[in-house]
């Protein structure tokens, strides 16, 4: 079955950065669109950024926009989220997320994924 393991997670001060990836097996990479998501206590999960199949489409939630960058490599089937000049708010468990696409477009929805990651811990101190 399709597995997404997340990794990349920790503390970093305000201002500072962290990369995560997302590892997926099991299913045919460069056939999913890919997106990442998070998750902050009492908080539902939100979008944050997605990426298409050939990682020519991108979109960002508008908290991130600026601050954030996905791609992927799929050669190694895996995805990226970089995350630059993070501020305490962006503190949250960030969720990898996939599903098949049949065309080169983004999503949006939580709703629109099929697979996901079991999440990273993300804190960012003031």
């Known amino acids: 079955q399709v597995q997404l393991v997340e990794s990349g997670g920790g503390l970093v001060q305000a201002g500072g950065s962290l990369r995560l990836a997302c590892a997926v097996s099991?299913?045919?990479?460069?056939?999913?669109?890919m997106g990442w998501f998070r998750q902050a206590p009492g908080l539902e999960r939100g979008f944050v950024a997605t990426?298409?199949?050939?990682?020519?489409?991108?979109s960002y939630a508008d908290s991130v926009k600026g601050r954030f960058t996905i791609s992927r490599d799929n050669d190694k089937n895996t995805v990226y989220l970089q995350m630059n000049n993070l501020k305490p708010e962006d503190t949250a468990v960030y969720y990898c997320?996939?599903?098949?696409?049949?065309?080169?477009?983004?999503?949006?929805?939580?709703?629109?994924?099929?697979?996901w990651g079991q999440g990273t811990q993300v804190t960012v101190s003031s």
């Open positions: 997320a996939g599903r098949i696409a049949l065309e080169e477009r983004t999503y949006y929805s939580r709703s629109q994924y099929a697979y």
């Open positions: 099991g299913g045919a990479f460069n056939n999913y669109a």
């Open positions: 990426i298409s199949m050939s990682g020519g489409s991108t």
